[in-house]
């Protein structure tokens, strides 16, 4: 059963930075992928970011330019760099990790991005 756990969030001023992580452990089977997702209170949870086992990295429109996702070849420890944090930022951060034939979430990180 693999376990998945986020970690850094916090409150950052607009413009800041913040650097999320997403642990893995006790997969099974290889991680395809490592998806970066986001839900704000009364929203509903969108993509922000996925990186592949072969280190591709795709991004929504909203974060384009702004956050990285970068991990090793494993996908255990996946990182989200946040730059220029938005108000609209403000979110739960969660990593989903892609298997074949199934996905597992973590828990969730709160971003608070004040003006």
């Known amino acids: 059963q693999v376990q998945l756990v986020e970690s850094g969030g916090g409150l950052v001023q607009a413009g800041g930075s913040l650097r999320l992580s997403c642990v893995a452990s006790g997969s099974r089977f290889p991680i395809n992928a490592m998806g970066w997702y986001r839900q704000a209170p009364g929203k509903q949870r969108e993509w922000v970011a996925t990186?592949?086992?072969?280190?591709?990295?795709i991004y929504a429109d909203s974060v384009k330019g702004r956050f990285t996702v970068s991990g090793g070849d494993a996908l255990n420890t996946v990182y989200l760099q946040m730059n220029s944090l938005k108000v609209e930022d403000t979110a739960v951060y969660y990593c989903?990790?892609?298997?074949?034939?199934?996905?597992?979430w973590g828990q969730g990180t709160q971003v608070t991005v004040s003006s």
């Open positions: 989903n990790a892609q298997f074949i034939a199934r996905n597992s």
């Open positions: 990186i592949t086992r072969g280190g591709s990295t």
